[in-house]
């Protein structure tokens, strides 16, 4: 079976987790190579929902388009994360 966004994955479509492989997307040209860490959900303009990943060694940061066989689980709920661990108290919000 065929998904969308296969063809170049850089990620595991079941934990969502990379290498860091890229200095530039698909060059192969990094010589880190250490996990990437899947941190959020990015959506694009046109509704593309992209990974973002942090290197656990070195740190960069790099946005990788998700694919269409991905895990929704993991992917569902890298985009919640925010509001089930927001990084302030939502009481704060009513004060504004």
Do not use: K, Y
């Amino acid at each position: 079976m065929s998904a969308p966004g296969t063809d170049h994955r850089n990620h595991c479509p079941n934990c969502l987790w990379s290498r860091h492989l890229d200095d530039t997307p698909g060059d192969r040209q990094a010589d880190c190579g250490a996990r990437m860490e899947p941190l959020a959900i990015s959506v694009r303009g046109d509704g593309e929902w992209v990974l973002v990943h942090r290197c656990t060694h070195c740190g960069v940061i790099h946005a990788n388009r998700t694919a269409g066989d991905d895990n929704a689980l993991p992917l569902t709920r890298l985009a919640v994360r925010p509001l089930a661990q927001p990084p302030f108290p939502f009481e704060r919000l009513s004060g504004l």
